[in-house]
């Protein structure tokens, strides 16, 4: 493999561990897929593949002896790759997107608690507040409590979050206008435990002297902003210290929490379509048969005659 469809592998890897918390089995997994894609290519430059390679590619795991099953989760990985690949601006289109696969059944999203979401905002706000920390300890933990009480009242995608402008802390309003996928503009609630984070951080940001910045969570990297590993890693870290070790937990989870538990709540689905920035709302729907999953689990779990059946 040659080394710059090695770099955009590696990049692809990097986010799905730090935006969806992918476990190291899964990383492996993606990477076994998307290596045997890219030998298959034999070097071409991704940003000039067709939809008609893509296709020579199946048909050559069909003649391999793929089972459809495993066709399918292959091409599932190219097309998030490809995604990924046009997200980030590295390649001018999708060719995957037009791609017709096997009919597999979609995943539920991963979602916690919202005992779990009170824990670790608990532990945000505690950490913000313990005696005898340093100046640079103290800083990133009113970062990271912003971070989570921003991601959960608004339920941005980490990218959205992570690249908020400064003049996010500074509104008035109770919400923001947010510019998410393919440039569109929507409305985000933003509630007072969020804009008090918000108002704590950028004082202390001020007061460190790094407060002239475009960004709302400023780095010295590249982008200027905060990176969605450099978040990933941190709420891991957090979601240990809140007694959380094992949950799973990444800024995608929260996104999904603020969905699940807007929905638990009664609130409608076109309006959490809204929220959450989704064009189509059969991608909001999904979020319904989590809590249809947990209804069902309560009824086996509770109901007196469940051990009948």
């Known amino acids: 493999m040659s080394r710059i469809p090695r770099q955009r592998l590696n990049a692809f890897l990097d986010m799905l561990a730090a935006e969806r918390g992918a476990a190291r089995n899964t990383l492996d997994a ?4 998307i290596s045997d894609y890219l030998v298959f290519l034999g070097g071409k430059p991704l940003e000039g593949v067709s939809a008609d390679e893509i296709r020579g590619w199946l048909a050559d795991l069909a003649a391999r002896g793929l089972k459809a099953s495993s066709a399918a989760r292959r091409l599932s990985a190219v097309r998030q ?3 990924f690949l046009y997200t980030e601006g590295l390649s001018p289109g999708d060719p995957a997107a037009a791609i017709q696969g096997p009919r597999q059944g979609r995943p539920l999203p991963k979602v916690i608690t919202i005992d779990a979401v ?27 409590r912003c ?3 921003m991601l959960y009242a608004t339920g941005l995608r980490v990218s959205e979050l ?26 985000v609630p933003l509630n007072e435990a969020a804009r008090l984070a918000a108002r704590a951080w950028l004082e202390a940001l001020n ?27 941190e709420l891991k870290a957090l979601g240990g210290a809140a007694g959380l070790p094992g949950a799973p937990l990444s800024p995608h989870v929260l996104r999904h929490a603020f ?36 209804l069902k689990s309560m009824v086996r779990d509770l109901h007196p005659l469940a051990d009948g059946e």
């Open 30 to 33: 993606y990477e076994r897929d």
């Open 81 to 83: 790759f490809h995604r």
């Open 118 to 144: 009170d824990r670790l905002l608990g532990a945000a706000r505690e950490a913000c507040e313990r005696a005898g920390t340093t100046p640079a300890a103290r800083l990133r933990a009113l970062r990271m």
């Open 147 to 149: 971070l989570v009480e």
């Open 162 to 187: 992570i690249a908020l402008p400064l003049s996010a802390a500074t509104t008035r309003e109770r919400f923001l206008i947010v510019r998410g996928k393919g440039d569109k503009e929507r409305l």
């Open 207 to 233: 007061e460190a002297g790094q407060g002239g910045t475009r960004w709302l969570f400023p780095s010295d990297g590249e982008s200027g902003h905060l990176t969605r590993q450099a978040f990933g890693r």
């Open 259 to 294: 969905a699940s538990h807007l929905l638990q709540n009664g609130a409608d689905l076109r309006v959490v379509q809204e929220l959450l920035g989704h064009a189509d709302i059969a991608t909001t729907q999904i979020y319904t048969h989590v809590l249809d999953e947990r």
